[in-house]
């Protein structure tokens, strides 16, 4: 059980890079990580291993899957599938982020999305349309840890993807 002055640590992740939009051939949904991508998911096993993650949800796109899916394994974990990480899910995404429930922790959550989703998610929890982002909303591959409570941001650690 939780509490309701307990502060959340969810973890956001913009997925790894999938190579250029224009470029593939197939439905964007199943648009794969590149070689860069791959090297970018492996990294993020350290830096999200450390928050403890109890859960990994995922956009049930195939480069946001793939993203997490090492850091899945990892930890013996599955990757959830969540349509609302989709890239047009960012009000869904910020719903459960704000909804603070007294029974339920989202403590060690980690989400993997899109950049249209961070972008959303980040500006409205900030309160700050001009919220800097590294390269905005968040380069690919970046991660960032969201401490939140009764779903306000506290504070946001951004860490910048690897290469």
């Known amino acids: 059980m939780t509490s309701w002055t ?5 973890v956001l992740v913009r997925h790894g890079h ?3 939009k224009d470029r593939w051939r197939g439905p964007d949904a199943a648009r794969p ?18 928050a403890a993650p109890t859960r990994i949800v995922s956009s049930p796109h195939t480069r946001c899957v ?6 899945a394994a990892k930890l013996d974990m599955e990757v959830e599938p969540w349509p609302a990480l ?3 899910g960012g009000r869904d995404t910020l719903r459960l982020l704000q ?3 007294p029974v339920v922790s989202r403590h060690g959550l980690v989400l993997c999305t899109h950049g249209e989703v961070l972008r959303e998610v980040l500006t409205a929890l900030a309160g700050d349309p001009g919220l800097e982002t590294g390269a905005p909303p968040g380069a690919k591959g970046c991660v960032w840890f969201l401490d ?4 306000r941001l506290l504070a946001a ?7």
């Open 6 to 10: 307990t502060t959340e640590r969810i």
């Open 18 to 20: 999938a190579g250029s």
């Open 33 to 50: 990580l590149t070689e860069t991508g791959r090297r970018q998911a492996e990294r993020l096993i350290d830096v999200i291993a450390s």
């Open 66 to 71: 793939q993203t997490v899916e090492p850091l």
């Open 86 to 88: 989709a890239p047009e």
């Open 99 to 101: 909804e603070a429930d």
């Open 148 to 151: 939140l409570q009764l779903g």
């Open 157 to 163: 650690t951004y860490v910048v993807p690897w290469h």
